[in-house]
């Protein structure tokens, strides 16, 4: 499979199975779209045609350029065939360990977020802070079921984990006593909206923490707008400062300031940077999953401008880098030479085998999303998983399992997309979630446009 876009001045030629991606000149652009339909006499006098008027394009100079292009389809460079189809299900059949944690810290919150999945942080049922005894038994879940993986990860999330960040740390102390005896190494994240955080925290999530996430929708007026208080009031202001400090204390430690963008911003690219310039260069920007009749949920008349808006936050950060002032963004972090492996870009996320999310009360969930479905509860943290019906589910989950994604050349980079905006979506996790699909691919063209220009200018 092959797929074709011009995007910055750049001809792009990504073969699927491969992973190559090759920048080329209009001719050579041309004779790869022409090649598996045609000739290569035919080839030639349809582009004898095309190039009528250019002096410098004749009949052998096509010729060689389809030489060239034969010669990389016997490379292994273009029109690879699929190899991994008929491998996906023993893939995802193999005996799996769980290596992340989702601790719902907190099912309650000090804000009150229109757009939140999470039901201002109750998760459609009642408010509840997770005790200790639960927090430990959780680690220790953990480390029972990892196998001989080392490096464990455990996120704090909610709701707003700073309601309970005592025991967040008697969790981390806890983990951290036992982690050595079990030839283990835990990396915590910590995710919050700002409100709480002081020296102590900020302390703490710099001695422990692997990475933060730091909840921030970019412009005040838009930040206000949705993300408010239980009182009404914007938690800009109060959080900005409280965040500026945060990252400049981290000293170059992991963190992201996360964003989400609606129908109230479809120019999102002026959050981002307006996030740049208040010192912040991890950035993340998501759109917002909602109910299609929200009045901020996305539109499919939004995506011109968004497509627009990736772009042109893709030539900005290029721009931001050669003046030595880049930022990173989230979604355009791609390694196109080292991974991640096949085993990855088959079977995603690995919700509901590799990670689960585990409820204040130590009920398992395949991950935050679907916390507060009685149909996905997979079991709890004392006597593992029960409901083998709905992880096998999981297990089966991949870019294979999904029908739409058949023909879609974006797959081996999205493993499928997000089971739970499928399942939201559609009802399956086996389904898509088509408008997601759409700004995906686009994220994915401008991440290697991204690249082909960095490799191009050094």
């Known amino acids: 499979m092959i797929h074709q876009y011009k995007l910055n001045g750049f001809n792009i ?14 001719l050579a652009y041309d004779v790869i779209a022409l090649f598996e ?3 290569k006499e035919e080839i030639i006098d ?3 045609e095309t190039y009528k008027d250019d002096p410098t394009v004749d009949a052998q100079e ?3 350029c389809w030489d060239d292009v034969q010669e990389l389809k016997e490379q292994g460079k273009l029109f690879t065939a699929d190899k991994y189809e008929n491998l996906a299900f023993d893939f995802k059949k193999r005996n799996t360990v769980i290596k992340a944690l989702c601790l719902h810290i907190a099912h309650t919150c000090n ?13 459609h049922g009642e408010r509840a802070l997770m005790s200790l005894e639960v927090g430990k038994r959780a680690i220790d879940f953990l480390i029972e079921n990892s196998g001989s993986r080392v490096n464990l990860e455990v996120d704090f999330f909610g709701g707003e984990p700073l309601m309970n960040f005592d025991v967040v740390k008697e969790i981390v102390a806890y983990a951290r006593s036992i982690e050595k005896q079990h030839g283990k190494n835990f990396r915590f994240t910590l995710t919050t909206n700002g409100m709480l955080v002081d020296d102590d925290v900020i302390d703490f999530a710099n001695r422990e923490c692997h990475n933060v996430v730091l909840s921030l929708d970019g412009r005040k007026e838009v930040h206000d707008n949705l993300r408010k208080t239980v009182g009404g009031k914007g938690s800009y202001d109060v959080i900005v400062p409280k965040f500026q400090e945060f990252v400049k204390r981290r000293e170059g430690r992991g963190y992201y300031v996360r964003g989400t963008f609606t129908h109230n ?5 002026n959050d981002i940077f307006h996030m740049a310039d208040l010192g912040f260069t991890e950035l993340s920007m998501e759109p917002v999953v909602c109910a299609p009749d929200d009045p901020y949920a996305l539109t499919y008349d939004d995506l011109p401008v968004l497509f627009e808006q990736y772009e042109i936050l893709a030539k900005e950060m290029l721009k931001r880098e050669k003046e030595g002032r880049p930022i990173t963004f989230y979604h355009y972090m791609i390694d196109l030479t080292g991974g991640p492996c096949i085993y990855k870009r088959i079977s995603g996320c690995g919700s509901g085998t590799e990670y689960m999310a585990v409820t204040p009360w130590g009920d398992l969930y395949p991950c935050h999303q679907f916390v507060g479905d009685d149909k996905y509860k997979l079991g709890d943290i004392w006597n593992g998983v029960s409901n083998r019906e709905i992880q096998d589910e999981f297990k089966l989950c991949n870019v294979y399992a999904r029908p739409a994604c058949r023909d879609c050349w974006a797959r081996l980079y999205c493993s499928g997309g997000c089971a739970a905006n499928a399942y939201h979506a559609t009802g399956s996790v086996n389904g898509v979630y088509e408008y997601g699909c759409e700004l995906f691919r686009k994220r994915m063209e401008c991440a290697i446009m991204m690249k082909v220009a960095q490799a191009e200018e050094n």
Not at 111 to 123: I, V
Request: proline share 0%; with cysteine.
């Open 37 to 39: 339909q045609f000739s």
């Open 46 to 48: 349809r582009l004898l």
């Open 111 to 123: 804000l009150n977020c229109e757009y939140c999945f999470a039901s201002q942080g109750k998760y």
């Open 13 to 26: 030629v990504l073969d699927v199975y491969s992973g190559s991606v090759h920048s080329v000149d209009a």
């Open 265 to 269: 911003n479809t120019d999102f690219t």
């Open 62 to 64: 096509i010729a060689d």
